[in-house]
């Protein structure tokens, strides 16, 4: 289903925290913080995570000029058990708090439903995610000082959180629509390979919504991912083609613009909840209020299993959320 | 922020699957099914757990006589790490979803953001939650096999699944408005003592709920908390009444209907995703149809803690969202 929406809602404002890996990517100099010790004055991953959020969010309320009050909701998540990056990061808001899980298409996700939200009620609202790449590596996989290896079609998340303002207020990117994915379970198991198992949520998402909307893919500007890195961009391509919705000459995927693919040693490339939303808050909406973009398909794309579902020999379904966004001239 | 509906939105249908405590329970005959096994034909509690959503949300489904085309949104979500009953649980069903953490609110943050969905986009929207006693108790606390001792204060996962399909079709049970929680941290850190931890978030809520309505509690026919249990629920009536808004005379909460508290040793009652969804569809929701509950403030809280922010020794945050439903009649 195709949501669209009934009143103006504009992307207001947003921000970007991020960490080394970050710095040290094509987007680094674009980022409102940079934390190369990554760990934000805190005594955790997990907590350093949580400020992250804190820094985000706040970064951007003062760049709308807005108070917490002015918030009608706040829509956030993250990757960690319970989502405790988000409850403990925005604890110190005064803001009505909505709790997300979609593994890395929240970013997509929340932006989403506070744009639906500022639709309905007229109230700015608040979308924040993070991810961490070192609370991250300890939950899923192993603990750092294990030194684990990495085969070549895994991500790495990327260590940052993105902040951002729906409201009514006029401003150069405007929400058009949303559509919210489908779970589907393409049978793949591999963690390592998690592009793999998301790029049919997301073909699946992005031929509805052409066949909603009754257009093309190359009818939009730019299309882009979050996060199938270089093994979910190549099968999405792949598979968009045999649909013959060719996307080729107008994708990308956020996974893949984070960071360096030739200087730095990131495998398939990013992944997490942190990285479309920093993507989109370095780049992606820079680009659009600039006018090099005219108009964007944002596609946030998560895989939705656990270390235990794994364990327990489940393959890993996929999920994509939609937001295309237009530049209000355009 | 009350967020009152500017669309009749009705709960069209609901189901509840349960355990074996849960049969044995006050609401035990007014489940949809029931396992005593608590495994429903699956091999791991985990996916028990999902099983239970997949079912619940098949009977809401076939009561309101709708297939998965005719829903434009699923709101779910569960305890597990990554939320995984749901995406498991749910994968068989061909409608997009959103995921949701929210502790044991998820209920009522789920049937709250699917009537928003129903308001802004006229199509039937459908929520669903679980929780289980085994998985839980494995993932929170101790594996079954280690026969831990509780605390007074400690209350039980409820095994249980709810399934909600919110309409724009005319049903005896109207929503008229919605208000999410403020996660509020009172410094409590017992994982025993979660009735303490979040009633706190449940007094905020509900008297900003007066508050913008203009009303006292004893202007609702019943005010039902999800689930504080026995400690919460005392605390929250000392509270409100400090607040000089006294409650006692229509208030209840989950935890405490769900179980004898007599001849089942259930200390201070039940908790979990599953308890304030069974509750509700086994006993409040039937309340309405019946006319014997005129109108309902159902105000699902949860505990926003993980076992990892726990052992790093951080308080439990709180946070409660609100449902307003009323009979079509009253």
Not at 112 to 138: N, Q, W
Not at 242 to 266: E, F, N, R, T
Request: glycine share 10%; charged share 20%.
């Amino acid at each position: 289903m195709k949501i669209t929406l009934q009143n103006p809602v504009y992307l207001e404002a947003y921000a970007a925290i991020g960490g080394k890996a970050e710095k040290e990517g094509p987007l680094g100099a674009y980022f409102d913080e940079i934390d190369e010790t990554e760990r934000f004055g805190q005594e955790t991953w997990e907590q350093s995570e949580s400020e992250m959020q804190r820094r985000a969010l706040s970064a951007a309320l003062k760049k709308a000029n807005l108070a917490d009050q002015d918030i009608g909701l706040l829509f956030a998540g993250d990757l960690m058990n319970q989502c405790t990056s988000s409850s403990y990061g925005l604890l110190s808001f005064d803001i009505p708090q909505v709790g997300l899980y979609g593994a890395c298409s929240t970013a997509a996700e929340s932006i989403a439903l506070a744009a639906m939200s500022c639709d309905l009620t007229a109230r700015p609202a608040a979308a924040v995610t993070s991810s961490h790449f070192c609370s991250a590596e300890r939950q899923f996989r192993y603990p750092l000082e294990y030194g684990g290896q990495r085969t070549p079609t895994a991500q790495r998340t990327v260590t940052g959180s993105g902040a951002f303002i729906l409201s009514r207020k006029k401003s150069p990117i405007r929400v058009d629509s949303v559509m919210f994915g489908r779970s589907i379970d393409s049978k793949i198991s591999d963690i390592c390979n998690m592009g793999a198992a998301m790029a049919p949520a997301a073909v699946d998402t992005l031929s509805r919504y052409m066949k909603e909307s009754g257009r093309a893919p190359c009818d939009f500007h730019t299309i882009v991912t979050g996060d199938l890195g270089r093994e979910g961009y190549e099968l999405t391509k792949i598979m968009m083609a045999q649909k013959k919705m060719p996307i080729d000459a107008v994708y990308d995927d956020c996974g893949l613009l984070v960071y360096h693919s030739d200087i730095q040693d990131m495998h398939a490339g990013g992944s997490g909840c942190g990285c479309s939303a920093v993507v989109g808050a370095t780049k992606l909406f820079p680009d659009m209020e600039s006018g090099k973009i005219k108009d964007l398909l944002f596609i946030g794309t998560g895989a939705l299993m656990s270390p235990t579902s794994v364990q327990q020999g489940l393959s890993i379904a996929g999920i994509a959320h939609l937001v295309h966004l237009t530049r209000e001239d355009f």
